[in-house]
């Protein structure tokens, strides 16, 4: 089991060895601030594409529409919850959200997951909070 980590962790370390936020242990303030500045600058680019008003793009999400402004101005910094609602409604890679990485929007078509996996994003585009928390437990219990 030990390989199996240690064989993620090098493709991470890969991966991401020459970016600028993930290469770092620990951000100081001036990092961290850059970090949500260059999110909001990411989140609000989603929105425009999607031709959407912070109304219509938190509540396609189940957000309000004060915090998707308070999140684009910098007044406060987004919670996964809502990173992980906006990937989950939009097809918004995580890892182009939060560091601007691969590719921005993910293709959950049939033929690009499988079939299973593709029932899988249906049924959790579809959960309440309660069920994910459920599957999210079920998933570290069986890795352990």
């Not at 601030?33 to 219509?56: G, H, N, S, Y």
């Not at 293709?107 to 909070?129: M, P, T």
Request: with cysteine; proline share 1%; charged share 35%.
């Amino acid at each position: 089991m030990g390989s199996n980590i240690e064989t993620r962790m090098s493709k991470y370390t890969e991966r991401y060895k020459n970016h600028q936020v993930l290469s770092e242990d620990i951000l100081n303030d001036t990092q961290e601030a850059d970090f949500f500045k260059q999110i909001r600058l990411r989140l609000r680019e989603v929105r425009k594409e999607l031709k959407m008003t912070q109304r219509e793009f938190g509540e396609s999400s189940g957000i309000d529409r004060r915090y998707v402004a308070k999140v684009e101005c910098g007044s406060q910094n987004p919670s996964f919850k809502f990173l992980r609602s906006i990937s989950i409604k939009h097809k918004v890679s995580l890892d182009w959200l939060l560091y601007g990485v691969g590719d921005k929007y993910v293709a959950a078509e049939e033929q690009s997951y499988g079939n299973e996996l593709a029932i899988f994003k249906k049924l959790l585009d579809n959960a309440n909070q309660d069920d994910i928390d459920v599957v999210v437990k079920m998933i570290k219990k069986i890795l352990g």
